[in-house]
C-alpha cells in the first residue's frame, strides 16, 4: 500500500511558485488565499472545495489541490 504525500502550506506555496509562471500581485494572492483558509480550522474536505473554489484560474488541477493539507 503506498502512503500519499502530502504538501502543507509552506511546501504547496513553493510548488507553485517553482511550476507556474505568476507575478508578484498573483503570488501574494495565493498567499493570502493559503493563509485564510489554514486558519479556518475546517475539515479537510472543506479545504480542498475552497482550495478548489478560490485558486480556481489559476492552472491547477484537482489532483495537486487534493495533495495539500493545510
Known sequence: MRKEKY???EQFYN???ENFSLN???LRLIRNI???I???GCPYEEQQA???ALLDG???TEKEIW???L
Open 7 to 9: 504538501m502543507d502550506k
Open 15 to 17: 510548488y507553485i511558485c
Open 24 to 26: 508578484g500581485t498573483s
Open 34 to 36: 493559503l493563509d485564510y
Open 38 to 40: 489554514a486558519v479556518q
Open 50 to 52: 475552497m482550495l478548489s
Open 58 to 60: 489559476f492552472g491547477l
Open 67 to 69: 495533495k495539500v493539507r
